[in-house]
């Protein structure tokens, strides 16, 4: 077995990344040319700071710098690693000792993720992501999944010591009710929520999404502890205890305030005793969601409608990371962009004597800018900030370090068809095909922390094989153009490599129950994390350990330090109060429309609401900058005049 290990602990304690061996560099560097004590654009032009290159930082640059004038305007990113995209890794290794760096030879490889692995096209945000892709030229280059797919339809809960399949039609409910462990307790829970009493939720309500739902069901506690929990493992890796159910599940709020209960919710309003009509301010962002969701359909056209209506995740030959360095590849390519990596911020101050922002690096540059788009943790901002000359600013810096990160270790488990053959598993190996497991917080003897499994090969089975030439089922289709992808999600294959990924920690981590072998409460290094991952795929999938042992399967363990910020109850509450900060600050060294936040750490941890976010900041600010008042604008018109990045929380 060769375990190759992403994040290792150097001797001073400090978290350091080393390379995979892989056929393309896994990592995209910047540029590094100093930016000295420039504190004025040169030529007159404006300067606009972005914070951070992953995902949101890379797609706020670029939109920037496709809308705004190259003459007028100077772009600078700044991202504190040596590579850029984030948590979005994408790795694609040699599978053989004959295989040789660039390397075209087919079947000899695997693509494998670090953070994101698909990514799902629903919604406004999912649209937006979709056209970012056609505008990058990458359409041809989709895979996908068939909403039809055992992928797609085949999900698992591992519930008290076994996998259930999660019911993926209405047909299958019934059975379900009467025989699924997870699901048990949901008929007596929904008949208490009829009969339940709906509370007063003001501006400053919240609860817990457990709060919500045992309240909700009449103190049952079966729904959030066997199924919610499971399903916020994987999106969240956080406690269904903790998080806020206003910011994670606003319908739910939204349905309990307007009809009573959530089932009610499916009777006629005037069989409702209990139903409210919605506010006027509710309808009135119900119809601009509408309006956006449907404007967001009409730029990508029908071929991409039925795409979408057929396809239940997708991804790209050599992974997600194609996205990011696609973004890279442009924004390298415009004059009016710089790309900065080991640029980290070690402050950031407004002067008393101007409006303009100052921001120190850890490199010793320093830089002044007009506007900071900061994309960057919450928690890092809050330290950059100074606060010495202003109260809004400590305030806000209270206000972000209130919301926490939670450490996610990712292990990445590669399993050729010699390992599985000489242990007598041959063309199967894999007791159940489909995306993969979640374990609630309930499921027994789970001291290892681990929040579930995701089964690659199973979601991409042809990923590896078209890795190397990096053309698709999809690519090679009649029907795939430069602007559009096939109109059939790509057929499903056998894999020749049994691919999963084994995720633990999370809130895990914080619990006194997760230790390492020594007994010390901290991460447990890459060898432990290797042992807890084998452990529950023999546990629970039943591979034997002559397999996940054997000399041709490789291990891959990365520890994403604080990679998903953690929306706790009061988490809406907060964001509308730092929105307000920002607004109203009227300080000779006002922040006001000179800090812009987006990214993870506000309005959603999704790649998608990433992407979304970032455009509509970036469309914002150019709109602002090109016509201030926002009139005959072809871009997004702006309806105040601080932009912030917190408007859907105002």
């Known amino acids: 077995m060769v375990t190759m290990i992403r994040t290792v602990t150097s001797s001073g304690g400090k978290l350091v990344r080393q390379p995979l061996r892989c056929l393309a560099p896994t990592r995209l560097s910047g540029s590094r040319r100093a930016i000295g004590n420039n504190v004025s654009a040169p030529g007159g032009q404006k300067t606009i700071a972005v914070l951070g290159g992953g995902i949101t930082g890379l797609t706020s640059a670029l939109v920037l710098a496709r809308h705004l004038p190259k003459d007028r305007f100077r772009i600078v990113l700044l991202e504190k690693e040596n590579w850029l995209g984030g948590w979005v890794q994408s790795d694609v290794l040699p599978l053989n000792s004959n295989a040789q760096e660039g390397s075209a030879q087919k079947a000899n490889v695997a693509v494998v993720e670090g953070g994101p692995r698909s990514l799902r096209p629903r919604g406004y945000s999912g649209m937006v992501l979709l056209d970012l892709i056609r505008s990058l030229g990458l359409a041809p280059r989709l895979m996908s999944v068939s909403t039809s797919a055992p992928a797609a339809k085949n999900r698992f809960i591992y519930y008290p010591d076994r996998l259930n399949r999660l019911v993926s039609s209405a047909a299958g409910i019934p059975k379900a009710l009467l025989t699924s462990p997870p699901l048990k307790g949901i008929v007596p829970s929904v008949a208490a929520d009829f009969f339940t009493p709906a509370r007063e939720w003001n501006a400053d309500a919240d609860e817990s999404v457990d709060q919500f739902l045992t309240r909700r069901f009449g103190g049952r506690t079966e729904v959030p502890t066997n199924l919610v929990s499971a399903v916020l493992h994987g999106i969240y890796a956080g406690d269904s205890r903790n998080l806020s159910v206003r910011a994670l599940m606003p319908f739910l709020v939204r349905t309990e305030q307007e009809h009573g209960s959530l089932v009610r919710a499916i009777l006629p309003k005037w069989l409702n005793s209990r139903y409210k009509a919605p506010s006027q301010a509710q309808i009135d962002k119900g119809k601009r969601e509408a309006a956006e969701l449907e404007e967001a359909k009409q730029r990508l056209g029908p071929t991409w409608q039925q795409w979408l209506q057929n396809t239940s995740v997708y991804s790209f030959p050599r992974g997600i990371q194609e996205i990011t360095d696609a973004m890279v590849k442009e924004l390298r390519s415009q004059p009016h962009v710089e790309v ?196 529950t795929l023999e546990r629970h999938l039943g591979i034997p350990p002559s397999v996940l042992r054997h000399p041709d399967t490789r291990v891959i363990v990365r520890l994403q330090k604080d990679c998903i910020p953690q929306y706790t109850v009061g988490h809406v509450q907060r964001m509308q109060e730092i929105h307000n900060l920002l607004v109203s600050e009227q300080e000779p060294s006002s922040m006001a429309g000179k800090l812009i936040l987006t990214g993870a750490p506000y309005t959603g941890v999704s790649v998608n609401d990433c992407v979304a976010g970032a455009d509509r900041v970036g469309r914002a600010v150019a709109d602002q900058e090109l016509m201030p008042n926002g009139e005959n604008s072809t871009i997004t018109p702006v309806k105040q005049s601080v932009i912030t990045g917190l408007e859907m929380h105002a």
Do not use: C
Not at 341 to 361: N, P
Not at 476 to 499: C, G, I, N, R, Y
């Open 340 to 535: 900065h990596t080991s640029s980290g911020i070690d402050a950031l101050s407004f002067s008393t004597d101007s409006a303009d922002a100052m921001i120190s690096l850890s490199n010793g540059d320093e830089l002044t800018a007009q506007r900071v788009i900061s994309t960057i943790p919450a928690s890092a901002l809050a330290t950059a900030l100074r606060s010495d000359y202003s109260s809004t600013s400590s305030r806000l810096q209270s206000l972000l370090q209130k919301t926490p990160s939670v450490t996610v270790a990712v292990i990445n488990i590669i399993i050729p068809s010699s390992a599985a053959n000489q242990a007598g598993k041959g063309d199967r190996l894999l007791p159940v095909e489909g995306f993969g497991f979640l374990i609630p917080r309930s499921t027994p003897n789970n001291e290892d922390g681990i929040l579930g499994v995701v089964f690659d090969s199973d979601t991409f089975p042809e990923q590896d094989s078209v890795a190397s030439t990096g053309i698709s089922s999809e690519q090679s289709s009649s029907d795939a153009t430069e602007s559009s992808p096939s109109v059939q999600p790509s057929q499903v294959l056998k894999a020749e490599t049994t691919k999963l990924t084994v995720m633990l920690g999370g809130h895990w981590f914080d619990k006194a129950n997760i230790k390492t072998s020594t007994g010390v409460s901290s991460y447990p290094d890459s060898s432990e994390l290797q042992e807890r991952a084998l452990r």
